[in-house]
């Protein structure tokens, strides 16, 4: 399963709320009945006035050559389609986001753990947009993280759901991995990874100390932006 991940900012002049409006009323609809697309989520930050981003669109496709036929490669953020409801959506993005303050990710998903049956509406995700350190290797990031670290995060307290993204194009991808932890409770989320505050988390016990003391093995924490927020589910 391939998956587009949009990191939404919205456009000057227009608040967080209208933004939100705007997203869910009007281009949702469009988005979902864009070609190719096997499922489709939206995620709303859970403190707003703390998120780096006013949202993410994730829309998952089974083939790469559909999804980059409709959304482009990975080597822009803005994207040109020509023809159906891709090029619909592509106009319609103008109403409401800032494209150029909007990173996204192109990746494959790899499911480390899922305790739902894939039913991601309604839980609470933690986004982690993971940057590698200095004098790494994205092979050796990759390594590292899928090798050392995945068995850490996957026995963090609370966690129901827990993909990582990799990136299909690394060399144009502005991020070298998403890690994505799913939550049936937001205080539990919390509780383990922090607030949406800052970057980084202080956990104090757990298999979340030990996760947050391995990430400086291979992460630029201060690179990294993260995303706390609720999915919603809008095609399946």
């Given at each position: 399963m391939y998956k587009h991940v949009a990191l939404l900012v919205r456009k000057d002049g227009m608040t967080h709320d209208e933004f939100v409006d705007y997203w869910q009323t009007n281009h949702t609809k469009i988005a979902r009945e864009i070609e190719g697309v096997t499922k489709y989520s939206t995620v709303l930050p859970v403190t707003p006035d703390a998120a780096e981003f006013d949202g993410l669109a994730e829309l998952y496709f089974e083939d790469l050559?559909?999804?980059?036929?409709?959304?482009?490669?990975?080597?822009?953020?803005?994207?040109?389609?020509?023809?159906g409801k891709a090029k619909e959506a592509r106009e319609d993005v103008n109403n409401f986001l800032a494209l150029e303050e909007r990173p996204r990710f192109i990746g494959e998903v790899?499911?480390?753990?899922?305790?739902?049956d894939g039913d991601t509406d309604g839980l609470y995700k933690h986004s982690a947009f993971l940057v590698r350190q200095e004098g790494m290797s994205h092979e050796e990031f990759v390594d590292y993280w899928q090798t050392n670290h995945t068995k850490i995060a996957r026995e963090i307290e609370g966690v129901t759901k827990y993909d990582t993204v990799l990136p299909v194009t690394p060399e144009e991808s502005e991020f070298d991995g998403i890690a994505e932890?799913?939550?049936?409770?937001?205080?539990a989320l919390h509780d383990a990874l922090g607030s949406e505050g800052s970057r980084d988390y202080d956990?104090?016990?757990?298999?979340?100390?030990?996760?947050?003391e391995d990430v400086n093995n291979f992460l630029a924490l201060e690179d990294r932006p993260r995303f706390i927020g609720k999915e919603i589910v809008q095609k399946e």
């Open positions: 050559d559909a999804l980059h036929d409709a959304l482009g490669s990975e080597g822009s953020r803005d994207y040109d389609p020509d023809k790899v499911t480390q753990k899922d305790e739902v932890l799913y939550f049936e409770d937001l205080d956990p104090d016990k757990g298999k979340a100390k030990e996760a947050r």
